[in-house]
């Protein structure tokens, strides 16, 4: 999972607010464990982190709608936003905070693709049962058909014919649902949809991630 994105531009505001307000020296030692970031490195995205907050200590909804508007002003879509949020907003709170946000960017740009595609599969699971109905993923496929080139789509014209071949993709055991394991093994085995549609998530998170860790 793999994908290169122009940086958008950022909004950073001075902060004052020190490091050790927020995280303690074992919250410290644990992040770097789990990111393997310097505490140098970890102060640095947090001053970048609260520069994006505009001083606060999280990224609410309504900032986070601010940056994907700044990204994609021209494919902006309200409930693609959703779920990408989704994947930053590990714990389900309504808003990301600076140590989920830490680990998840440290994941995604530093995982294995199997790594990378087990939190994308939460954006898709969008009842946290452990599977993906034919109803959620249509949902997403009607979140981001607009921006599948016509060339990509082949015959597939209409999101319900892309969801369709999309399932058969990736349901391998064909019981009606996706397991996160179906969605990797689909991924990895190259399958031309799901390749298409994870690249699609991968490239607006990438652009929300640099937007906010911008300097």
Do not use: W
């Amino acid at each position: 999972v793999s994908v290169s994105v122009q940086l958008c531009m950022g909004n950073h505001h001075s902060t004052t607010t020190s490091l050790s307000s927020v995280l303690n020296t074992s919250d410290m030692k644990v992040l770097g464990e789990q990111t393997n970031l310097t505490q140098e490195e970890i102060r640095e995205h947090y001053v970048k982190f609260k520069g994006s907050t505009y001083g606060g200590e999280t990224i609410t909804r309504e900032i986070f709608s601010q940056i994907m508007h700044k990204c994609y002003p021209r494919t902006y879509k309200a409930e693609l936003e959703d779920d990408i949020f989704r994947i930053y907003d590990v714990d389900n709170s309504g808003t990301i905070e600076f140590k989920e946000f830490l680990v998840i960017v440290s994941v995604m740009s530093h995982g294995t693709p199997q790594t990378k595609l087990r939190q994308i599969f939460r954006i898709f699971d969008s009842d946290h049962n452990g599977f993906i109905s034919m109803d959620e993923l249509s949902q997403i496929v009607q979140h981001l058909f607009h921006l599948v080139p016509e060339d990509q789509e082949g015959s597939l014209t209409t999101p319900e014919q892309f969801a369709d071949k999309l399932m058969t993709e990736m349901d391998s055991d064909q019981d009606g649902v996706i397991s996160e394991e179906e969605l990797v093994s689909a991924f990895m085995r190259s399958e031309q949809l799901t390749t298409i549609l994870v690249n699609k998530i991968m490239t607006r998170f990438v652009s929300a991630n640099a937007t906010i860790l911008k300097n």
